[in-house]
């Protein structure tokens, strides 16, 4: 199973992103997509998830601002991002949940400046 996301970069306070993260493989049923994001120093943390029948959930800190979807036919997540803060500066990672097994993305880098 191949777990990729893409969509990360460099952006002003007050922007946006839009990543995306597609799972692919011998992947025959994919239940709990989420992204996680780690900052340098920190742990990682859960920033959105949703489930298969589209329950969604947030952390705090991203709730009004992020806005988790998925496309099932093509095993996709994505993470629309919108009035970013600086501290929303990480590195982003897509887990996949598939067959009650987790796969990691590589991460891909936010940075929002001030």
């Given amino acids: 199973v191949q777990v990729v996301e893409s969509g990360g970069g460099l952006v002003q306070t007050g922007g946006s992103l839009r990543l995306s993260c597609a799972a692919s493989g011998s992947i025959f049923s994919v ?3 989420a992204w996680y ?3 340098p120093g920190k742990q990682r943390e859960l920033v959105a998830g949703i489930t298969g029948g589209g329950s969604t959930n947030y952390a705090d800190s991203v709730k009004g601002r992020f806005t988790i979807s998925r496309d099932n ?3 996709t997540v994505y ?3 919108n009035s970013l803060k600086p501290e929303d500066t990480a590195v982003y990672y897509c ?3 598939a067959t ?3 796969y990691w993305g590589q991460g891909t880098q936010v940075t929002v400046s001030s």
Avoid: D, S
């Fill in 31 to 33: 239940n709990y997509m």
């Fill in 37 to 39: 994001r780690q900052a």
């Fill in 73 to 75: 036919a093509k095993n």
């Fill in 79 to 81: 993470l629309e991002m």
């Fill in 95 to 97: 887990k996949v949940i």
């Fill in 100 to 102: 009650a097994l987790g």
